[in-house]
């Protein structure tokens, strides 16, 4: 979901050794096209590129699990990298977001998470990534989507290199450990080079059916 430019998606198929099937969805057509110039430059066969709109992907009604719209637990894992507020982008010396802007991306961000959780099949894997800071993107989100679906569980996100998550409402201790938080500076007291953007990672798995 949110698939361009492809570097995940590319990334997702060579874990796979371009085997088994990637959907890739993407709904800005300069942003397929970038996407699959760089599947082709990699030689890689096992993604299906569709223009589509993330947020439309999931039908009730439909079978499908090979191109949109998709139907109810089709996917083993999804890798959802939803729009947001970038703020963790670098360098940033100055930023034209206005606050109404960025307090309107969770919401959004939703629509992306629960018809993703609808389209994972008992037993998958759902990652949810930003390339931004805010808690009401990150944390607090992992903490709808527990208190919303019973049956999706925070797991660790390992290896564990960044740093852990914060604590907000609906998150225990324990929770906030399995998720991966990085800042956009060097962390020379971990030991470990981790001089990247500021991101943020959560790992679900989808366990039971809810009573």
Known sequence: MCSA??????HIAQLMCDKGTVIALEKVQNKVDKLRTNIKKQNLNCIKVFKCDSTKAFSEDS?????PPLGREVFDRILLDPPCSALGQ?????????????????SYQWCFVADAVKMLKYGGTLVYSTCTLPKQENEMMVARVLSTFPEMILVSADPIVGQPGILVDGLTDHDVIKMQRFLPNSDVDSGVDIDTIGFFIAKFKKIHKPL
């Open 5 to 10: 430019p492809g570097g995940k998606t590319t």
């Open 63 to 67: 079978k499908s699990s090979c191109e």
């Open 90 to 106: 670098r360098p940033q010396i100055t930023n034209t977001l206005k606050l109404s802007e960025i307090s309107s991306y969770p």
